[in-house]
Structures are given as C-alpha cells and as structure tokens.
C-alpha cells in the first residue's frame, strides 16, 4: 500500500515536471529578469564551482567555463548521492529529507584553492524542489564573499530559478548578485557563450560606471557624514534626484535600531533579504529610507554606507531625539 502510494506520488511529480518541460517549449534557457552586469573580468578571477548529481549542471557548467575561460571546481559531497538518495518520489529519500530540513547541511569533501583571488563566482545546481540543495547552502557557508559577484545557474526538469534565490542571496548578503538563469541541459555552447557576453558590460557601460557619483552627504544637526554608495538602479535613481536639488526629510525611530522617513519619491529597488548593520542606508518598500543604527535582517536594496563614524557616535546622534530631520545632498 505505502510502496504504491509512493509510486503514485512519484509518477504525478514527473507529469507535473513533463508539463512544465512543455510549458518551457522552444525557447531554450528560460531566465529570470537579468539585473546587474559585470566588468570585464580576467579568467583567471572566474571561479565555475557547481554541484551535478546526475551531469545535466556539469555539463552546462563546462560550458561555462569554455565561455568565460574560468576555472572549474565541482562541489562534492563528502558522501555522493546514490540512485536511491535521489529518488524524490519516495517521501523520505535522502535529497528530501535535507531539503525538508532547516538546518541540513551536507558535507563538502575538499575546497576552492584561494577563494580569494576569484572576483566573479558562477555558480550552478540543480533546482531541488523549487530550492537550490542544500549542499549549495554549506558551500555558501564556507567562505568570504564580500566584495564578489555571484551568477547563479541551474538546470531543472522545467521550474524556474527564481524560487531558489532569496534563501541562498541569504547566506551571503555581502556578495552582489546578479538574476541568474535556468538552463536545459541540452543548451548549447553558443546559448550559453551569448548569455556570458550579454553579463559583461561594453566599453560604453564601463566608462559610464567611471563616472558615476560614489558619495553622497546626509546632514544631521550639525554633523555631515559621507555615504560610499553602492552600484545600483535606486542608486542612479537617487543621484538623478539630487542633481535637482537636496532633499530634506524628516525620519522616525522605529524597532529601536532604525530611523526611517519617506523620501518622498519612489525609487527602482531590487530587494534581497539582508541582516543591515549600524552605518547602512538602506531603501525601503521603494520609497523609504531607513539608516541603521543597529541590525535587522528583511528584504531591502541598500544605498550605501555611513563613513567615519562609529557605530556609538550615530547611535547617539539618531537617537537624541524621536524625529530627525535628514538632509540628503551630493555635496
Ligand atoms: C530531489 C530532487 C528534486 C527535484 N525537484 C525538482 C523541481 O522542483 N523542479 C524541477 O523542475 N526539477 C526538479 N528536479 C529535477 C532536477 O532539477 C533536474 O533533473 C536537474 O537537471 C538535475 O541536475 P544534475 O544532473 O546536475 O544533478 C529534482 C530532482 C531531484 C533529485
């Protein structure tokens, strides 16, 4: 009874899988919105570390590789995955058992050698119950990314990569990263060569980026502090806005690490889920502006961060009074 009922349940997730294949048609790659770009990178700072069971990621992953000139790296775990561990129409398989766990974290036999010097991480599994596995997770866990990019790939029987994002973007909030995309694993060197070449940005975009502004002044009371800003559409957004003038806004306390006031405009956000920390200026809901004094970990698009001031100075310059009035400028 209980091995037919497994039967049943496996044999309705693969038409449910066939629908979606269906459903993907003659398109190829399916992808989310791409958002971000690259710089030009060197091969040598591309790092392809992906996680394949079954070779459909690898595949896609070498081509990657070929495309980009990165180096290769195949995240193992310590114990492989047999036929059985993977059988995800039987309920209690293991691949379902760590996906349904919060705190799974399988085991990686070996590392990347100096993760360091890699500036750009591709980095692909298969979709796993609308979830990256939880491998992926561990890997994420394992070393430093700030201060990288990270392109996320897949392969799948049809679902999208999207539902598989928030969770690991997650793991490291201080990496950049860009939409990402799902791949059939037939796809072939020249889809996946235009996909790389579209992430990197031209010449004009580059010299663009030179130019953009890198700091702007928020004023309170007395004191002036600079914001190193980070390289986003609000950003852009933001900068535009002020070249018509500074704006002055008033903000509340809120949560007792925050102060957060309407901008008065709304502004293009691309949320990620982050734990903020005391210096951050962060947008919110698209037309909020909260500056942290303390933590809090939601969905958010942060604009920049506070320089030369410690976290005691603004705790206490934000909190001498319930509202504060916040002037924004570029100078
Ligand atoms: C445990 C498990 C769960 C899966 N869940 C999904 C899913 O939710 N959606 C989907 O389209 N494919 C799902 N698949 C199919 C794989 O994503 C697909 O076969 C993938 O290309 C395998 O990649 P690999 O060969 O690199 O391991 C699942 C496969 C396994 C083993």
Request: glycine letters at 8%; aromatic letters at 10%; charged letters at 20%.
């Amino acid at each position: 009874m209980k091995k037919s009922l497994h039967v049943i349940i496996f044999l309705l997730i693969c038409c449910l899988l066939c629908t979606l294949v269906a459903c993907d048609g003659t398109s190829g790659a399916d992808a989310g919105a791409d958002k971000g770009k690259l710089p030009p990178t060197a091969p040598s700072n591309i790092l392809v570390a992906y996680f394949s069971c079954t070779n459909n990621t690898k595949g896609i992953a070498q081509k990657i590789a070929d495309a980009t000139g990165g180096e290769l790296y195949e995240i193992l775990p310590s114990q492989p995955y047999t036929q059985e561990d993977l059988a995800y129409g039987n309920t209690f398989c293991r691949a379902n058992n760590e996906q349904n766990s919060v705190t799974a974290r399988p085991a990686i036999s070996g590392s990347v050698q100096d993760m360091a010097k890699y500036e750009v991480v591709y980095l692909g599994y298969p979709i796993w119950w609308s979830k990256a596995p939880k491998i992926i997770y561990t890997f994420l866990e394992s070393y430093e990314f700030a201060g990288k990019t990270i392109v996320p790939f897949c392969t799948s029987g049809g679902s999208s990569i999207d539902g598989s994002l928030p969770e690991i973007q997650a793991l490291a909030t201080d990496a950049t990263w860009l939409s990402g995309r799902r791949f059939n694993s037939y796809d072939t060197e020249a889809q996946i060569k235009e996909w790389v070449d579209s992430l990197i940005m031209t010449s004009e975009e580059t010299d663009g980026e030179k130019e953009m502004t890198e700091e702007i002044f928020l004023t309170i009371g007395d004191r002036k502090i600079a914001v190193k800003l980070e390289k986003n559409a609000a950003v852009e957004a933001l900068v535009e806005l002020l070249k018509q003038g500074d704006i002055t806004y008033t903000a509340n306390e809120y949560g007792g690490f925050e102060k957060v006031g309407s901008l008065g405009h709304s502004l293009p956000h691309s949320d990620v889920q982050m734990t903020t920390k005391a210096g951050d200026v962060i947008l919110y809901n698209g037309d909020q502006i909260v500056l942290f004094y303390g933590s809090n970990s939601w969905r958010y698009t942060k604009l920049g961060t506070m320089q030369g001031i410690s976290a005691e100075e603004l705790k206490a310059l934000l909190t001498k009074t319930d509202a504060i009035t916040v002037k924004i400028s570029l100078n």
